[in-house]
């Protein structure tokens, strides 16, 4: 039965299975062979693999040995650039204080300066000028003064006087509410 095919037209398929046909004649070198190649791809992968992890455990190591060579210089810059940087604020600091020195010390080469600080520290005065002592009228008059009634003999000795007044006791100061209220203290007097 002979069919007439036209081109472009599929030939109706057949539900048989189709049988493979050897191409080549069965050979008892040839099966020995190929037994021999196919069990040597699986022990060359094993020792393939074997060599890799050889090769990625050299690497790890490697990259390792790297990474602690650098890792100690990189320590040492950033420790290093943090002592700089506390070292520059410290100057700035001495810088400051070496100023606030300087200004200082032009301050007392000044003669008016000098007299100044000696009017309020030390409490001179200069030859001529009269010093006033202003009293509050609210406070003891008693105890603001620095004299002793009895007087002193100009002939005792310095520490007879210190010892003196070191054995007396002093009185108990009166409260404001008992000193008189209405007595008025003088008038500083301008110059």
Known sequence: MATSRTPGTRR???????????TTVPVASRDAAA?????APKRKRVEM????????????????????????PLRNYYSGRTEIARLEASIENKKEHKSDLQEQLE???????????????????????????I??????V???????????????????ILWDSLREVPEAP?????SPAEETAPEPVEQ
């Not at 109706?12 to 050897?22: A, F, L, Q, T």
């Not at 009166?174 to 008992?178: A, G, I, M, R």
């Open 12 to 22: 109706p398929r057949s539900n048989k299975p189709r049988i493979k046909v050897p």
């Open 107 to 133: 301050r007392y080469t000044d003669p008016e300066y000098a007299k100044q600080e000696a009017r309020r520290r030390l409490g001179m005065m200069e030859p001529g000028e009269t010093a006033w002592r």
């Open 49 to 72: 693999l074997k060599g890799d992890i050889l090769g990625v455990a050299v690497l790890i190591t490697v990259v390792l040995i790297v990474l602690i060579a650098i890792a100690v």
């Open 174 to 178: 009166v409260s404001p509410e008992e």
């Open 135 to 140: 009293i509050d009228p609210r406070m003891d």
């Open 142 to 160: 008693d105890h603001l003064t620095t004299g002793r009634i009895d007087e002193i003999d100009p002939d005792t000795p310095w520490t007879t």
């Open 35 to 39: 037994r021999r190649a196919a069990a």
